[in-house]
């Protein structure tokens, strides 16, 4: 079971900063879907970099999301979010990072889980 939590917009830096301190490594999916987008797959099963907003600039407030491994790194802008949601387990495991922007275009970033890691075979 999870449930859904809105992450107020004066916490987003540091939340997402925690977050990919905690999460570095980790593999996640990240797709994009809005009304004249369609669904879009932006990456696929690569390690998560960082998570961050733009303090400064002129795209302050974008949120940019970096994955990939040394020198095949992708970096996923939004660059006017308005929402940022948590979908947690019971546990508090974080599954999906829901993010969106102001022409209501979501960027979700599935988190594999752990468990489901650790339960794989190995393989041959």
């Keep these: 079971m999870h449930h859904t939590r809105e992450i ?19 593999q996640v999916r990240i797709e994009a879907a809005g009304p004249e987008l369609g669904d879009q797959r932006v990456a696929w099963d690569l390690p998560l970099v960082e998570i961050l907003v733009e303090e400064k600039g002129s795209d302050e407030g974008a949120i940019e999301v ?3 491994n040394p020198g095949e790194e992708l970096t996923h802008r939004i660059l006017h979010p308005v929402h940022v949601w948590a979908e947690e387990s019971d546990t508090g495991e974080l ?13 979700l ?6 468990e489901l890691l650790e339960e794989a075979p190995a393989p041959a």
Excluded at 109 to 114: H, L, Y
């Design 95 to 107: 599954a999906c990072l829901d993010i969106e922007d102001e022409d209501h275009v979501k960027t």
């Design 8 to 26: 107020p917009r004066e916490r987003w830096g540091d939340y997402l900063l925690l977050l990919s301190a905690i999460e570095r490594d980790q």
């Design 109 to 114: 970033i599935s988190f594999e889980s752990r």
């Design 66 to 68: 970096t994955v990939g």
